[in-house]
C-alpha cells in the first residue's frame, strides 16, 4: 500500500489514538491477563482528567479486539495478526515486521471530543536488509496496512475520545488489565485491551507529574552524545528553564530561553520515561546565537524519549521564602539520542 493511501486510515487511527498500545501478538489475552502488572490505578476513572489518562494509556500495549457495526452493535475484531499500537503524546505507532507507521494526532479540541486531525506515514526502515527468525526476508507488508484501511478509512476525519471501560461497565472483561472504549464524533466505537509495559527497577527518588509540574527546572550542565560539554547548552548568557504543566486538554513541556519557546505535550511513562512530542513553536526572530540554541532544543527535544532520574543534591533545603522552604531537587534527562541534560528546580514563575 502506498503512503498516500496510509493518510486515510490513519485519520481514522487519530481516533483510535488514546487507545494506542495494543496487546501482545504472541500471547492469547488470558495469558496477558494472569501475567500483566495492573498500575497506575488513580489515573483509570471516569473523573481521571483526560491528559492523566492518555498518559496511562502511554505505559500499556493495547490490542483492537472488538468493534461496532454501522447498527451500532458491538462484534468481535480477530485479525491476524492482531492490530498493536504503541500510543505517544501526541503519535500511534504501529509495528509490521520490519517497517513502522505514524500516525499524529492534536488535542486542541473543544470536548467531549478533544483529539483529531491525524495524519499517517510510512516511516524509514531497514527492512531491504532485515529478516525475521527463520532468516528470511521480511521486507513484505501489507497485513497491518489493510487492517486499517479496513476497520478505519471508512472512518476517516473523525474527531474523537476515548474512556477506560470499569468493572461495572457490561463490555468489561476480565481477560485484560485494561480495557478502553474509543469512541468518534460519527458514532464509531472501538473497544481495546491492554497489557502493561513490564515494569524496572529505577535509581533516585520517586518521579511524579505534581513534582516535575510544582517547579520549573533550570539547566545546569549539559552534555552531547559524547559526553562532552554541549557549547550551546552551556552558554551562561543564554539560561535554559523546562516548565511542565497541565490543563483541562493537555499536559505540555516548554523550553524557555527568554524568546521563543520549544516544547509539546509529555508524559511521564512507565519507569520513569518521559515521553515528549511536538507542537508549533513561535517564531519571533531572537539573533543567531539564541536561534541556534532554541534549533538545537527543538531538534532533540520534539518526539523525544529520555531516561529520568531524580535526587538530591543534599539534605538541606532550600529556602523559597522567608516562611517556607522547599525541597532541592536535580533531575537527570537521557535522551535515547546520547544527550545528558541536568535540571535543579526554583520557583514556579506566576504569569
Known sequence: MMLNSLRIPLVIISALLPVALLGCQTNSLNHLAQTSTVIDDKNWSADTPIPRLLQTLTKYEWQLTHLSNNDGKINPFNHKPPLVMNVRPDALLFQEGCHRYQGNFNAWRPLPYPYSLPDMSDMPDNCDIATNSSGTSNSNKGEVQQALDVVFAPYSNSYFR??????????????????????????????????????????????????????????????????????????????????????????????????????????????????IGASPSTLMGCGELVNGIENYLDRIMHNSTSQLTLTHPDNNPIADSVNETKPSYLFTQKLDSGERLIWKNEAKKTL
Open 162 to 275: 476515548f474512556d477506560p471501560i470499569l468493572p461495572n461497565n457490561p463490555l468489561f472483561s476480565k481477560k485484560a488489565s485494561k480495557q478502553m472504549r474509543l469512541t468518534t464524533d460519527k458514532g464509531k466505537v472501538f473497544i481495546f485491551s491492554g497489557r502493561a509495559k513490564p515494569i524496572k527497577q529505577t535509581s533516585g527518588l520517586s518521579i511524579t507529574n505534581e513534582l516535575l509540574e510544582r517547579y520549573d527546572w533550570h539547566l545546569i550542565r549539559a552534555t552531547d552524545d559524547t559526553n562532552t560539554l554541549s557549547p550551546k547548552l552551556n552558554n551562561p548568557n543564554v539560561p535554559i528553564t523546562a516548565s511542565f504543566r497541565l490543563d483541562a486538554h493537555n499536559q505540555g513541556v516548554g523550553f524557555l530561553t527568554g524568546c521563543n519557546g520549544v516544547g509539546g505535550s509529555y508524559a511521564l511513562s512507565t519507569n520513569h520515561t518521559l515521553l
